[in-house]
């Protein structure tokens, strides 16, 4: 799905391709936001296909947050690409997953604050609360907000696995909302499109869901 020139939604809708949606900002540096997993890598290889790519081709890979379902496909690329995360995340991956599966190294951590890619300036914003050291990404050239699990269309990211916290959850959600956002990119289901139906959901999400996390 292309949301708009340069920018390509790998929506998941199966869940023998992979489990999670994938973003690619294809600009003067190709990035993948949230590759997925590794062994449910179909889907992201055919939407790379589909725009004549390949894994070889991107030079970026941006994991929001440290749930397999989201970065373990990272490997996928690691002989061209740089693969960056949160550093407190990293370490907690590390820490709870690293007996049990590879962890792909970064080659770089994001911080919070501005990040430049090729031509594009990006700012990093930490949104704890569904895991310790989730990171959210805005574009605000495009005024696109890729939210990994903290929101999504009319819900919000789970807090009852290990690191969730519903207060902080709930602090980072109303961070998200005073930006100026046309696109809202989450990590499961659909794009949200349109400042005013971004600014609904937002509304909706403080209505129906705050007052369960605390």
């Known amino acids: 799905m292309e949301v708009f020139g340069g920018l390509h939604a790998f929506i998941w809708r199966d869940t ?18 949230d590759p997925g997993h590794a062994h449910l890598f179909t889907q992201v290889d055919m939407e790379l296909a589909r725009l004549s790519l390949t894994v070889e081709d991107i030079d970026v890979v941006i994991a929001t947050h440290g ?14 690409a740089r693969f960056t995360m949160g550093h407190d995340e990293y370490r907690l991956v590390k820490e709870v997953l690293g007996k049990y599966m590879e962890i792909p190294e970064p080659d770089f951590f994001l911080e919070e604050g501005d990040l430049t890619i090729g031509d594009e300036i990006f700012e990093i914003i930490a949104t704890p609360g569904h895991t310790p050291g989730e990171i959210c990404l805005y574009w605000p050239r495009q005024k696109v907000l890729f939210s990994g699990d903290v929101v999504f269309r009319e819900s919000i990211g789970r807090t009852d696995l290990p690191g969730g916290n519903g207060e902080q959850l709930k602090s980072s959600i109303k961070r998200l909302a005073e930006l100026d956002v046309e696109y809202l ?3 499961h289901g ?7 139906a971004v600014e609904k959901n937002f509304a909706l999400i403080e209505q129906a869901w705050f007052s369960y996390l605390g």
């Not at 023998?16 to 936001?33: E, H, Q, V």
């Not at 749930?67 to 061209?80: I, L, T």
């Open 16 to 33: 023998r391709a992979n489990n999670c949606n994938t973003y690619l900002i294809d600009g003067s540096k190709k990035i993948i936001i």
């Open 67 to 80: 749930h397999p379902d989201h970065f373990e496909a990272a490997a996928r690329f690691a002989s061209s």
């Open 185 to 187: 990119l989450p990590g």
């Open 190 to 196: 659909e794009v949200i499109s349109g400042k005013e």
